[in-house]
């Protein structure tokens, strides 16, 4: 087996009287694509902002190989290469697709923001225009490069957000519903997109509730219910597991594929 790339271990929060995600534990393995799913209100982002130290967990721990992670501020823990995308995109809205793409890559030059705001070294400014073009060129936006970021339709500004977190280049590559607002085609190209990632030994968190696209891509499936781990395990397995059928339908029809409820994932 290979090396276990996170660990993710008994790991719980709560929001006041919310137990938004309760003694939850799983691996994923280096170069594995994991698939975390579950309806809505499950504890999929909660679990994905503690992993990437927005916030703390109550208890339990998270660990990228021998590093702890878990009580880290969200720039070390980047630091040690985890980077995510986000359901509600986040983009620098006064800067151009290129300039999104070249701030990933400065956090991935440590020191870089003061550079970026100094425009400290002219070489580098190169070095990094060059990088990010290379990983604008990767979601297929190269010809995009100067627009205004807002500017872009919902699909791109999702495309661009994945760009900008492969300039970190990333170990560990969280993405939170990475197909919300993508056309059918643009899905398909995000999946063989994410096969690709996973090619170059990066390990792939992935919300979300696409199952064509989840059974497709994802190595493991891990099931969220109300906060606690349902089930998990690889895609097929998953899929026909009579509780991961229940907590999408709410009954068992005795249909083995799980087709997610709208009302309850929100789509
Ligand atoms: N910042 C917060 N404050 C209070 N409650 C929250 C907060 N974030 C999430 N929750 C609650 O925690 C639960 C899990 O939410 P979330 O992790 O967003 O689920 P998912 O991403 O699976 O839809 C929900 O009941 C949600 O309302
Ligand atoms: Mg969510």
Known sequence: MSESTLRVSGVSKSFGGVRAVRDVSFEAHQGQIVAVIGPNGAGKTTLFHMISGIFPPDSGQIWLDRTRLDHMPAHKVAGCGVAR???NIQLFSTMTVLENVMMGHYRHQRAG????ITGYSRREDRETRTAALRHLSRVGLEDKADLAAPGLPLGEQRLLELARALALEPRLLLLDEP?????ALET???GAMIGRIRA???T???????MNLVMSVADWVVVLNYGEKLAEGRPDDVQNAPEVVEAYLGHDNGDAAVQPDPERIGV
Do not use: K, P, S
Not at 204 to 210: M, Q, T
């Open 113 to 116: 923001l003061l550079r970026c």
């Open 179 to 183: 197909t919300a607002g993508l056309n």
């Open 204 to 210: 792939v968190l992935l919300v979300e509730h696409d």
């Open 85 to 87: 995308t986000f359901q």
């Open 188 to 190: 398909v190209r995000l």
């Open 200 to 202: 170059n030994d990066v």
